[in-house]
């Protein structure tokens, strides 16, 4: 019987994978845990190792890149296991039993519909581990490292394609919020995101994301929240990225707000056609909700 899917999507990261994989060698071995990968298209080498050395297991190449949100609903509808456990291919575990803890804490919790891990950013290891923070009930969680339990996943619509990426989490949080299920944080499963944040702002590739996460949270104002709440909020939103950007001399900011507003304009009707509006008062218990731990840090 499976009960933990480990799903992965990758693309042109075969070092980040090859490590990803590597950690998780005793997991996969289980009778009760499948592994899906899914390569969107890769160009170096990461279809012919797949092939070599993971042929075994479920495997998924597209011959083109299909995206990140095409491949993560593919890789959670093609799961068998009570638990869907998603990990980018720079992502790995760093606590000890992350599957059993994983089980006994979904069991215990029966409202709780996904479990967001606690993630530390950084190419190195952190030096401490250990943290005082206790799991609670927050508003989202980081596509990196997470999991779902399947029949909650099943139970509401896919990620949406048209957002590429960023936002997709909160989406389903929302729905999730809807059914009046919850997205809980638990501290005791740590996973090492091997990102350096500081190097990623200076990427060419910046200015896209900046796009991408700006359009993304205004998408979700149109598709959730209550009209009457909207203008204000994406007023707001857009009078602080002017000032905290652009009127401090980011003028390449400038470009991409604009490009983000095009994109909520050209997006409207399916926007419109897609949403799914909280109430007054399901919207005021939402943003009571405490944020989602995005980056951790080892404490002093």
């Keep these: 019987m499976i009960k933990f899917s480990i799903v992965i999507t990758t693309k042109n990261r075969l070092n980040d994978l090859i490590i990803n994989l590597n950690s998780l060698d005793i997991l996969i071995k289980r009778d009760d845990v499948e592994l899906i990968i899914c390569d969107d298209g890769s160009i170096d080498g990461t279809t012919d190792y797949l092939r070599k050395n993971y042929s075994n297991y479920i ?29 980018d291919d720079d992502a790995s575990f760093i606590s000890q039993n ?19 891990f606690r993630i530390f950013w950084g190419k190195q290891l952190p030096v401490k581990t250990l943290t005082s ?8 969680f980081v596509g990196c490292g997470h999991a779902w339990r399947r029949k909650n996943w099943n139970s509401i619509p896919n990620y949406p394609i048209f957002f590429d990426f960023y936002g997709e989490e909160n989406f389903a949080s929302l729905q999730v919020f809807k059914n009046q299920l919850e997205v809980h ?23 896209f994301r900046y796009r991408k ?10 598709l959730f929240y209550p009209i ?27 470009f991409s707000i604009f490009k983000a507003i095009l994109d909520v304009i050209i997006h409207m009707p399916k926007i419109l056609r897609n949403s799914s509006r909280l109430t007054d008062s399901q919207y005021k218990k939402f943003r009571r909700l405490p944020e989602v731990n995005i980056y951790w840090k080892p404490e002093e």
């Design 185 to 207: 944080y638990l501290p005791t499963i740590l996973i090492h995101h091997r990102v350096d944040l500081i190097e990623r702002k200076k990427n060419n590739d910046y200015y």
């Design 98 to 116: 992350p599957l059993e803890q994983i089980e006994d804490y979904f069991n215990k919790n029966a409202k709780c519909a996904i479990i967001a």
């Design 213 to 222: 996460s700006l359009r993304n949270g205004w998408y979700l104002y149109f």
């Design 59 to 87: 495997l998924f190449f597209n011959k083109s890149s299909k995206g990140y949100l095409y491949n993560r609903n593919l890789l959670n509808n093609t799961a068998q296991g009570n638990f869907i456990i998603s990990l």
């Design 228 to 254: 009457i709440r909207i203008p204000k909020l994406f007023f707001y939103t857009l009078w602080i990225q002017l000032k905290t950007k652009v009127f401090k001399g980011d003028f390449k900011a400038l």
């Design 133 to 140: 923070e206790k799991n609670k009930i927050v508003n989202s």
